[in-house]
């Protein structure tokens, strides 16, 4: 974001994917010019590039990274608006591209904060972050072929044997109904084909975390915590310093309880759910590992277990909810401190302050 610069007008962009509408106010707030400009590079440049530093309001989307990172280099500061804090946008009760552009201009050239900017990701960060999501794509991709064909199957009045997903395709080809075989086979040999994709992605994940993100094998040492999961989170997060405290990345991936407080009211809900939906669910996957049957003894499991213990199936979810922003706090704290994993730190100061 471009600093030290003085601010005479303010624009609101509201971003199509092919044109974007354009609000521009003066110090005052009046309507300046409105207009549209074609989302391309040269179109911003044709704008944008002999236009006098002005802050430019747009909300986050597929083309706000490029687009930030295009204006910030022409000298203009750049708000990228958190979608979550524009809710003037969506409850209008006459929407149009003119009418969001505005919105978006007076909010911030009211106050930006209002808007809770976010900071996109470096070039690099983005590639990584690319290749994580392709391999998720193909894991998802390769999942609901699985079940179709179990589905199918089944339909059929048979069933096929449970197995791993890397193994499906090999272990079912012969299991398979000989009067299904030329409507799945080839469903089968997709799969088989995935499944070599994933294993040439995973190769490239382990070379990419020792070459590149060396602050991952911290992280792996923790219980349930694989290649992926590491490398997620630190590309996720990106620069560690952006948090004062630990405890905030908790909040930062979604993992922190909704409070409702109004007089005497204070209500606890669910978790927000805001941030890296796919980082979120890979910390809760790593969570339910902790808690399950092939968890090694940790202070998270034995946290968790408390949680659990007491009753019923909703006291089990909170847990592993727990668990998981407890894990991401704790991910965070390794990166920072470089200190090696001890699963047992907290029960083992527990006990030498009991003996004393």
Same mark, same amino acid.
């Given at each position: 974001?471009?600093?030290?610069?003085?601010?005479?007008?303010?624009?609101?962009?509201?971003?199509?994917?092919?044109?974007?509408?354009?609000?521009?106010?003066?110090?005052?707030?009046?309507?300046?010019?409105?207009?549209?400009?074609?989302?391309?590079?040269?179109?911003?440049?044709?704008?944008?590039?002999?236009?006098?530093?002005?802050?430019?309001?747009?909300? +986050?989307?597929?083309?706000?990274?490029?687009?930030?990172?295009? &204006?910030?280099?022409?000298?203009?500061?750049?708000?990228? =608006?958190?979608?979550?804090?524009?809710?003037?946008?969506?409850?209008?009760?006459?929407?149009?591209?003119?009418?969001?552009?505005?919105?978006?201009?007076?909010?911030?050239?009211?106050?930006?904060?209002?808007?809770?900017?976010?900071?996109?990701?470096?070039?690099?960060?983005?590639?990584?972050?690319?290749?994580?999501?392709?391999?998720?794509?193909?894991?998802?991709? $390769?999942?609901?072929?699985?079940?179709?064909?179990?589905?199918?199957?089944?339909?059929?009045?048979?069933?096929? /044997?449970?197995?791993? +997903?890397?193994?499906? =395709?090999?272990?079912?080809?012969? /299991?398979?109904?000989?009067?299904?075989?030329?409507?799945?086979?080839?469903?089968?040999?997709?799969?088989?084909?995935?499944?070599?994709?994933?294993?040439?992605?995973?190769?490239?994940?382990?070379?990419?975390?020792?070459?590149?993100?060396?602050?991952?094998?911290?992280?792996?040492?923790?219980?349930?915590?694989?290649?992926?999961?590491? &490398?997620?989170?630190?590309?996720?997060?990106?620069?560690?310093?952006?948090?004062?405290?630990? $405890?905030?990345?908790?909040?930062?991936?979604?993992?922190?309880?909704?409070?409702?407080?109004?007089?005497?009211?204070?209500?606890?809900?669910?978790?927000?759910?805001?941030?890296?939906?796919?980082? $979120?669910?890979?910390?809760?996957?790593? /969570?339910?590992?902790? &808690?399950?049957?092939?968890?090694?003894?940790?202070?998270?499991?034995?946290?968790?277990?408390?949680? +659990?213990?007491?009753?019923?199936?909703?006291?089990?979810?909170?847990?592993?909810? +727990?668990?998981?922003?407890?894990?991401?706090?704790?991910?965070?704290?390794?990166?920072?401190?470089?200190?090696?994993?001890?699963?047992?730190?907290?029960?083992?100061?527990?006990?030498?302050?009991?003996?004393?």
């Amino acid at each position: 974001m471009a600093t030290d610069i003085t601010i005479e007008t303010t624009v609101g962009m509201d971003i199509g994917d092919r044109y974007s509408q354009l609000c521009v106010l003066d110090e005052r707030g009046e309507v300046l010019e409105t207009g549209r400009v074609a989302t391309t590079r040269r179109g911003l440049t044709n704008r944008f590039q002999s236009l006098p530093p002005a802050r430019v309001v747009i909300e +986050a989307s597929t083309h706000s990274p490029w687009i930030a990172e295009q &204006l910030e280099s022409y000298g203009h500061e750049v708000v990228v =608006a958190n979608p979550r804090r524009v809710a003037l946008i969506y409850a209008e009760h006459t929407k149009s591209d003119e009418i969001d552009a505005e919105t978006l201009a007076r909010l911030g050239r009211l106050d930006p904060k209002l808007l809770r900017p976010i900071v996109h990701r470096k070039g690099e960060t983005l590639k990584d972050r690319a290749l994580l999501r392709s391999r998720g794509v193909l894991v998802r991709s $390769r999942t609901r072929l699985i079940s179709h064909v179990r589905g199918v199957v089944k339909v059929h009045g048979q069933r096929l /044997a449970s197995c791993g +997903a890397d193994a499906f =395709a090999k272990k079912q080809c012969q /299991a398979l109904p000989e009067d299904l075989r030329e409507a799945l086979m080839p469903l089968l040999e997709m799969i088989e084909s995935m499944t070599r994709e994933i294993r040439a992605y995973d190769r490239k994940i382990e070379e990419l975390s020792e070459s590149e993100y060396p602050e991952t094998a911290l992280m792996r040492a923790v219980t349930g915590v694989g290649p992926i999961t590491a &490398l997620s989170f630190v590309v996720t997060i990106e620069d560690p310093g952006r948090f004062a405290k630990s $405890r905030s990345v908790g909040s930062y991936v979604g993992l922190r309880p909704r409070r409702w407080q109004s007089g005497d009211v204070d209500q606890q809900m669910r978790i927000t759910k805001a941030g890296d939906k796919e980082m $979120r669910q890979l910390l809760v996957g790593s /969570a339910h590992y902790i &808690l399950g049957p092939f968890g090694p003894d940790c202070d998270l499991r034995r946290f968790g277990m408390r949680l +659990a213990e007491r009753g019923g199936k909703a006291a089990k979810k909170r847990a592993v909810v +727990a668990v998981a922003r407890k894990l991401a706090v704790l991910l965070h704290r390794l990166w920072v401190t470089g200190e090696a994993y001890e699963p047992l730190r907290h029960a083992s100061k527990l006990e030498l302050r009991q003996a004393g």
